[in-house]
């Protein structure tokens, strides 16, 4: 059996095999994160304010994230921010352990991470494709989104037993040893200097105007761009209050929380290594709607079901098709972008996830005048919608090539 093309390059094999544990401790950070907000405040709005603090500093700070990822050593900036990751875990679990932890330490420590994930992202992003050749590119991206939703799978499982048994601050610290993994693994590449922003220097404003300037004249991207926004304002943000289904709706503890979050990365698993068996896929944007109203539809039926098998089988299907609409939208932006400006385009369609917070908060303050299932209900019919019309919008503009 041959390897996946990606696989073939050894620096592409290196960071996997770092990114593995590393983001696996991300997850089991995510966990305790979110538990501790549950058991410090029991509201479902602080669960919204906590996914608004996570992600929402990338509308600021993502389009700076990308400028830095043009233009300095992406194999440098990823490295700092494992650095940052470890430090911020080990003063969260010092927190813990001498039990001054209020809500605030954490929104400010939330807050710090956003920022450095904004760069850390674009940077990251933009390397995984700089390992592989052009014809590699697609199957680079399906493995590396099978690597994430892999410890979306494990890291989540792992973090509901650890909780359970040995407690929220031993987990931050093995969140903390995760990150030796991905140092390790970025110190061994042959060839850092590939992976290399090579922008001119300039004015950073300018730099961001430019790339905005180009994707919006660019109806394919920019239009693949609005499409992962309205499915991160309107879908993402109903991972936020799994916490809520896990206790309320469903009756779980801290493991059955687990399970909850770890469903998604089942899905995605799969479809992921379907797709990384192709270098290219024809007609992405038809697929790209296809994965975005199933999208909608399971957490549509998720929002509503009072069973955990049938939780557990939406969830799955939302992660399969929440993968592939990603990673059909990041093939499509790889396509079309000029090299000097794919930092900015990854950038950019990231922010996507500080839609999911600016969804999560919405969903928050709307849990406080309904039940929190018809919050979520009532926002899958909007990503549903907002999938409808934003291909139509984009077939009835001239398309600049």
């Known amino acids: 059996m041959r390897l996946p093309p990606a696989l073939r390059h050894r620096d592409f094999r290196l960071f996997t095999i770092g990114y593995l544990p590393s983001e696996t401790g991300e997850y089991i950070h995510f966990i305790v994160q979110n538990w501790l907000v549950w058991e410090l405040t029991q509201s479902a709005f602080y669960l919204g304010l906590i996914g608004f603090f996570e992600f929402a500093p990338r509308f600021i700070f993502g389009p700076i994230g990308g400028v830095i990822a043009d233009r300095m050593d992406r194999h440098r900036l990823v490295t700092l921010s494992c650095v940052f990751n470890l430090i911020q875990s080990l003063v969260f679990a010092f927190l813990v352990f001498s039990g001054w932890l209020q809500f605030w330490h954490i929104v400010g420590l939330v807050i710090f991470m956003a920022i450095v994930s904004s760069v850390r992202t674009a940077a990251q992003q933009v390397m995984v494709v700089s390992l592989v050749p052009q014809e590699s590119v697609v199957s680079a991206l399906a493995l590396h989104s099978a690597t994430h939703n892999l410890t979306k799978v494990v890291g989540p499982s ?29 110190f061994l590449m042959r060839a850092p200097a590939a992976a290399s922003g090579s922008a001119a220097k300039g004015n950073w404003l300018r730099d ?81 709607f296809g994965a975005s109203m199933i999208y909608a539809a399971s957490i549509f039926f998720f929002a509503l079901s009072p069973f955990m098998v049938l939780s557990l089988f939406l969830l799955t299907v939302i992660g399969a098709m929440q993968m592939s609409y990603r990673v059909l939208a990041r093939a499509i932006i790889q396509e079309e972008c000029p090299p000097h400006l794919l930092g900015r385009a990854m950038s950019l369609f990231f922010i996507d996830r500080g839609f999911g917070s600016l969804g999560a908060l919405c969903l928050g303050a709307a849990a406080a005048l309904v039940p929190v299932p018809i919050a979520v209900a009532g926002s899958a019919v909007g990503c549903g919608l907002f999938a409808l019309i934003v291909p139509r919008r984009s077939t009835s503009e001239k398309t600049v090539l």
Request: with cysteine; hydrophobic share 50%.
């Open 158 to 186: 792992i973090g509901g037993v650890l909780l359970t048994f040995i407690g929220a601050g031993y987990c931050l610290i093995i969140h903390a040893l995760t990150q030796v993994f991905m140092l390790v693994a970025l």
């Open 208 to 288: 961001i105007a430019e790339g905005v300037a180009y994707f919006r004249q660019n109806r394919r991207i920019w239009f693949t761009i609005l499409t992962t926004y309205s499915n991160g304002f309107f879908g993402i943000s109903y991972a936020q209050f799994l916490p809520y289904f896990a206790q309320e709706v469903l009756r779980a503890g801290p493991s059955g929380y687990g399970l909850l979050v770890s469903a998604p990365g089942v899905g995605a698993v799969l479809i992921s290594f379907f797709l990384s068996t192709h270098g290219r896929l024809t007609g992405m944007r038809r697929l790209l």
